[in-house]
């Protein structure tokens, strides 16, 4: 699979694609004035510690306290001094023998904050490099998933407790862009998490909390050493100065791929050359067609999201189960596409168009499985019935395009939906009732909004002739363009 970067930047924000085969399949983006936490170390205090919900509130200093589980928890111990049974009771013992209000505590940041939720934060600290994951706090070695061969598992495992031994303990989990790379390219990238940890423990043994210990690297930086390897065809910028730092860092990280970091001086916006900007918007719909005529609509509540499988104008050729199987199958891929493209999170619940025959389940099944190696965040299928709901789980650590890039309509409230004018009449009709009784015999003047007006003046007209009956009296209606559709007043000429 050939991959491109495509970077934008402006003074505000960066943003970069990245294209699959020539598909946009990821965004990122990244605000100067709204940069992520993710990755960060702090030194805070903890100021509530609830043992009902064995958990601890901890101040960073950021708007919000943070969010700390008790399983969530590390306290350095005197190893020395105590057996390996003391070290594991004192380390499952409740949170409130663990910790204390006003504690000072070095934790990092799990995920963002989220709607009225703090962030979540954890004392298990891992620092990721080039080609290691440095986790100071356990002791553990391991090897990414995604390198299959067992002896190149075999292999990397011997290098990093090698490394472990050197740095007198810790845990090491070996990247996937450390598959086939040299003891000594792991050792350096060891040697450099290794100083960064030292120097984040100095930082807080020297300052009081709350305070920033340690901050994850810019978007690029952190994209480029996740991302960069032979599968990256090209990264394209266009800006100068970010071209010059990308062509440094590639140049580092993987001289032989420099040539393949050029500026983009076409007359055209570099996103809307490779078509980004069209998918952005797209993301931001809930309703995605499909290439075959069908079509797929994504929902996001609070608690998960929704994503329901239609065929549209898809009509298929013979059978039935042909038709719908071809309709899920070709769902699949732009579903997991989306998921990716739009950073969708959580519990995903994905209702398939019903299928009769437990083969055809599987085929679609298998399909679903398969897309989703192509996500680089951790997903887990958990179910697949008879009617076509299939549920996954799909790491979230920050907001979602639609969350980012939106805010709820200041004129529905987020819900995508207002009162009807019918409704609105009706509303009108009680309140005037209500105070019927006091406006007897008085004109009134009905203030509403325009599309309320012309439905008094036409479909609508029999409740305001019910209503002049009502008080005895004329009543006038004037449009108000700037009053909401839902609001009304009724006011005494």
């Not at 030292?198 to 994850?216: C, G, H, I, T």
Request: with cysteine.
């Amino acid at each position: 699979m050939s991959r491109d970067l495509i970077v934008s930047t402006s003074p505000a924000e960066t943003r970069v694609a990245l294209l699959e085969d020539g598909v946009v399949s990821e965004l990122f983006l990244e605000r100067e004035t709204q940069r992520g936490i993710v990755g960060g170390i702090y030194k805070g205090r903890v100021t509530r510690v609830l043992p009902g919900m064995q958990s601890a509130f901890v101040d960073l200093g950021l708007e919000r306290d943070t969010f700390l589980h008790a399983a969530d928890v590390f306290e350095e111990l005197p190893e020395n001094l105590l057996t390996p049974e003391e070290i594991t009771a004192a380390r499952s013992a409740p949170i409130e023998e663990r910790l204390r209000e006003g504690q000072e505590v070095v934790v990092q940041v799990l995920k963002e904050p989220m709607g009225t939720k703090g962030a979540r934060i954890t004392s298990h600290i891992s620092l990721p490099g080039r080609y290691l994951v440095l986790m100071p706090t356990v002791e553990h070695v391991g090897v990414s998933r995604k390198i299959t061969e067992e002896e190149e598992r075999r292999r990397l495992k011997t290098i990093l407790k090698q490394i472990r031994q050197e740095r007198g303990g810790g845990g090491l989990i070996a990247r996937t862009a450390g598959q086939g790379k040299s003891p000594e390219a792991f050792l350096r990238d060891g040697a450099y998490l290794s100083r960064t940890w030292d120097e984040v423990r100095a930082l807080a043994s020297r300052n009081p909390a709350p305070m920033l210990l340690y901050r994850e690297p810019s978007l690029v930086e952190r994209l480029l050493r996740d991302l960069l390897s032979e599968e990256v065809a090209s990264i394209r910028l266009d800006n100068d100065e970010m071209f010059e730092r990308v062509l440094d860092l590639v140049r580092a990280l993987e001289p032989s791929l420099a040539p393949r970091v050029r500026r983009h001086a076409g007359p055209v916006c570099l996103m809307e050359e490779y078509g980004v900007s069209a998918e952005i918007e797209r993301a931001l719909r809930s309703k995605v067609w499909l290439p075959s005529g069908g079509y797929i609509v994504i929902n996001q509540t609070e608690a998960l999201v929704a994503i329901d499988v239609n065929t549209g104008r898809f009509v298929g050729k013979s059978q039935l189960e042909e038709t719908l199987l071809k309709a899920n199958l070709d769902a699949v891929r732009e579903i997991v596409r989306q998921i990716r493209l739009r950073d969708l999170g959580g519990i995903i619940v994905v209702d398939f168009i019903d299928m009769e025959e437990r083969k055809s389940r599987r085929d679609v099944m298998r399909a679903l499985e398969q897309e989703l190696r192509k996500d680089r965040s951790p997903t887990k299928l958990l179910s697949v019935n008879e009617f076509g709901l299939i549920i996954l789980t799909r790491k979230r650590v920050k907001q979602s395009l639609e969350r980012l890039l939106m805010q709820p309509c200041p004129y529905c409230s987020g819900s995508g939906q207002v009162k009807s004018v019918s409704t609105v009449c009706s509303e009108i009709y009680d309140e005037v009732r209500k105070l019927a009784a006091d406006m007897r015999g008085r004109r009134l003047v009905l203030r509403v909004n325009p599309e309320v007006a012309r439905a008094l003046g036409g479909s609508e007209a029999g409740v305001l002739r019910s209503l002049s009956e009502l008080v005895g009296g004329d009543i006038a209606v004037q449009g108000e363009p700037l009053l909401h559709q839902e609001q009304f007043d009724v006011v005494p000429a």
